[in-house]
């Protein structure tokens, strides 16, 4: 027999959680289908309650539940009359409009005057005597903390060395709390979509859809990520849109994940977007006007933070020679992120050659690009001296990676990892391309380059 939850009609009443998250159709079946094609956790929640009538409707409900019950006080005095009904009808209605307009003093009559209420009189009521709070829970898409919890070894080995922000423990925690804090949930969903991304080697395995898993965790992500700024005071939260927006390493962190998984859709447009909100909050925090050794931060977070902006700033240079949206993050005017014992020292190194390699794209560098789609008559035109200059900033870049990886071994440090060596040599490899393109846009690429030309002119370069 079918487990399916449907009406009389044939509707579905309620669809299960996770369809209504991804906005899809539910059979209603248990598991239902769609939950079963994504191996999810297939759940219906019961149905929230009905919305409690608003101010209005609690004034009109009261001024009518005070007048039956004056009306019906009236109508007793009056039952002793010996009038006629019609008679007493009139006598009820004229003590009624009577007692409506009398004074409240307890010498005025012996029938009690009504009170008037006002809508600012019921609003002032009810601020200051609030209902109790029912509890609070953040519901999920179907993905159980176990299925969470279980990509954190990929996290840590293979995102965290190239995204050193948020610690897998951190992680770990927001996973404990993503039922009952919109930012965790939030976090917790994209930090799942960003490793699932960067360490599957195929878009099906195991008879799962990758694609379509990113997909309900990024729009759970991104739900969840909303209502964490805007939350009303119902849902656990307080200030909504009259309250400060809230900026912090997870917000951030959320927005970089989910910009990293839509470029793996090619969505250029929405990354753009997104990584612009992470780039905003960055901004927000004004890194800039931070010392090393200032008092107001802990040095834990300023370095954290520092990362951080130098994250953003990579991203956005990347996103630039893909899409052609402009550039707005500068070099951090303190230079590298400052020395953290907390942080591991392969990680730290890494991540230091890692912005060295993108602050290679200069302003220069990024007018002459942005030239090729847009003639600028104030640039000075590409010389073959500038090419060269360029691929010798990458050849000298990669003398001193392997220099700094040297003495780290030296220092009993080990060495970077293979995801280390691999995310350098493909970005080294990468600009040395960029460059390459825009010598052969100059027609500044030779055949057969001479003895003290570099290698980057030659036609065969990239080969």
């Known amino acids: 027999m079918s487990t399916a939850i ?9 669809a299960c959680d996770a369809c209504r998250v991804r906005k899809v159709r539910c059979n209603g079946d248990q598991p239902c289908a769609q939950c079963a094609h994504l191996n999810l956790t297939c759940i219906f929640a019961p149905a929230p309650p009905k919305r409690k009538p608003g101010v209005r409707g609690s004034l009109v409900a009261q001024l009518r539940k005070k ?3 004056s009306g019906a006080s009236i109508s007793a005095a009056a039952a002793t009359s010996t009038a006629v009904t019609s008679s007493f009808t009139t006598q009820a209605d004229s003590a009624s409009l009577d007692a409506l307009s009398a004074d409240s003093s307890p010498g005025a009559g012996s029938t009690a005057a009504i009170p008037v209420f006002s809508i600012a009189g019921m609003v002032d009521n009810l601020t200051s005597s609030p209902l109790p709070k029912p509890p609070f829970t953040v519901r999920g898409c179907g993905f159980t903390s176990d299925f969470f919890l279980g990509l954190l070894p990929d996290f840590e080995e293979l995102v ?3 995204n050193p922000v948020l610690t897998p423990a951190e992680i770990q925690a927001a996973i404990h709390y993503m039922h009952s804090n919109f930012e965790d949930a939030a976090l917790v969903h994209a ?16 008879g799962i859809d990758i694609a379509s898993q990113m997909t309900t965790l990024m729009q759970h992500s991104i739900w969840a990520h909303r209502k964490a700024e805007m939350a009303r005071e119902s849902d656990g939260y307080t200030g909504g849109l009259q309250g400060e927006l809230p900026v912090s390493a997870k917000r951030i962190m959320t927005c970089i994940w989910l910009e990293i998984c839509l470029m793996a859709f090619k969505r250029f ?19 800039h006007q931070y010392c090393d050794g200032d008092s107001r931060l802990a040095h834990t977070e300023l370095t954290r933070r520092q990362r951080m902006y130098w994250e953003v700033y990579i991203h956005e240079r990347f996103l630039f020679i893909m899409s052609g949206f402009p550039c707005t993050m500068v070099p951090l ?13 392969h990680v730290a190194v890494g991540w230091n050659r890692l912005i060295l390699l993108f602050q290679n794209m200069d302003d220069a560098f990024l007018s ?15 010389t073959s001296q500038w090419i060269e200059s360029k691929q010798a900033q990458l050849d000298q870049d990669e003398a001193d990676a392997l220099r700094a990886e040297e003495e780290m071994l030296v220092a009993g440090y080990g060495t970077l990892v293979e995801l280390q060596h691999v995310d350098l040599f493909i970005t080294r490899l990468w600009l040395r391309t960029l460059v390459w393109q825009l010598a052969l ?3 500044l690429l030779r055949s057969s380059p001479t003895q003290n030309t570099h290698e980057g002119l030659s036609l065969h370069f990239p080969a």
């Not at 753009?272 to 960055?282: F, G, K, N, P």
């Not at 005017?333 to 020292?345: A, I, K, M, N, W």
């Not at 002459?368 to 590409?382: C, G, R, S, V």
């Open 368 to 382: 002459y690009w942005a030239a090729q789609q847009l003639p600028n008559p104030l640039l000075p035109e590409i």
């Open 160 to 162: 965290y060395p190239v």
């Open 6 to 14: 449907t009406s009389l009609a044939g509707k579905i009443p309620r």
């Open 269 to 287: 447009d929405r990354s753009y977007t997104i990584l612009r909100e992470a780039i905003s909050m960055v901004q927000m925090l004004n890194m």
């Open 67 to 69: 007048t039956v019950t």
């Open 191 to 206: 930090y799942a979509s960003v490793t699932i991304n960067l360490t599957k080697t195929s878009w099906k395995m195991n």
């Open 441 to 443: 846009s100059q027609g």
């Open 333 to 345: 005017r303190t230079g590298l992120p400052f020395h953290d014992d907390t942080l591991p020292t």
